[in-house]
């Protein structure tokens, strides 16, 4: 899973026809041969204008292009568009574009209205949020949850594992156990006696 690019984009209406204004970008093109590093960022800018003039103000658009989807999200004409490989959550790929968006207005309210050219200016928090959302669960805190679950889950099975491991064995569990009624103890066993011709094979 990877984001290779998150951009900020300032839309004109739809009405108006001409292209976005970059306001911020963040580009990881490590992966790339060296010498097609700047081809591909001039690709990411020039598909990254596209999906974003052609995403409706408050609307989120997924495109495919190759391997890669192309999400972005038009908040009244702020637009954030993220390039991920297929490999990344949908849900996550929205998240993290929120929040890049929500960010982005924190820091600068509504002067990006007023922004008429492309900024070549860095703007550090994309720069770490490309970074820090490689992970998805960083991004979405339902898969971040479910994901510490699925942990305690092998902890669990683990516990209970090394439990049996320590020489008690399941008949004394069983034996001891106030929970199970009589009937349910006398049930075990004789399913127990049941099943032993079949662990002798």
């Given at each position: 899973?990877?984001?290779?690019?998150?951009?900020?984009?300032?839309?004109?209406?739809?009405?108006?026809?001409?292209?976005?204004?970059?306001?911020?970008?963040?580009?990881?093109?490590?992966?790339?041969?060296?010498?097609?590093?700047?081809?591909?960022?001039?690709?990411?800018?020039?598909?990254?204008?596209?999906?974003?003039?052609?995403?409706p103000p408050?609307?989120?658009?997924?495109?495919?292009?190759?391997e890669y989807?192309?999400?972005?999200?038009?908040?009244?004409?702020?637009?954030?568009?993220?390039?991920?490989?297929?490999?990344?959550?949908?849900?996550?790929?929205?998240?993290?574009?929120?929040?890049?968006?929500?960010?982005?207005?924190?820091?600068?309210?509504?002067?990006?209205?007023?922004?008429?050219?492309?900024?070549?200016?860095?703007?550090?928090?994309?720069?770490?949020?490309?970074?820090?959302?490689?992970?998805?669960?960083?991004?979405?805190?339902?898969?971040?949850?479910?994901?510490?679950?699925?942990?305690?889950?092998?902890?669990?099975?683990?516990?209970?594992?090394?439990?049996?491991?320590?020489?008690?064995?399941?008949?004394?569990?069983?034996?001891?156990?106030?929970?199970?009624?009589?009937?349910?103890?006398?049930?075990?066993?004789?399913?127990?006696k049941s099943?032993?011709?079949?662990?002798?094979?």
């Open positions: 899973m990877k984001i290779t690019a998150l951009l900020v984009l300032k839309c004109h209406p739809i009405p108006d026809g001409s292209d976005p204004v970059v306001l911020a970008n963040a580009t990881d093109v490590n992966h790339f041969g060296y010498f097609q590093r700047v081809t591909v960022r001039q690709f990411i800018v020039f598909v990254g204008r596209t999906v974003a003039k052609r995403t408050d609307q989120r658009h997924t495109v495919q292009h190759e989807k192309v999400h972005s999200y038009n908040r009244n004409g702020l637009c954030v568009v993220g390039f991920m490989d297929d490999h990344y959550p949908v849900r996550s790929a929205f998240s993290v574009l929120n929040q890049v968006i929500d960010e982005y207005q924190k820091k600068h309210g509504d002067s990006w209205k007023n922004v008429q050219a492309d900024k070549t200016d860095q703007w550090p928090y994309l720069n770490d949020a490309l970074t820090r959302f490689q992970d998805p669960a960083q991004a979405d805190k339902l898969l971040k949850i479910q994901r510490e679950l699925d942990e305690t889950k092998i902890i669990l099975h683990k516990t209970i594992d090394s439990v049996l491991e320590r020489g008690e064995k399941l008949d004394s569990l069983v034996e001891k156990s106030s929970d199970l009624s009589a009937a349910s103890q006398m049930f075990y066993k004789q399913a127990k099943n032993q011709c079949c662990t002798i094979l």
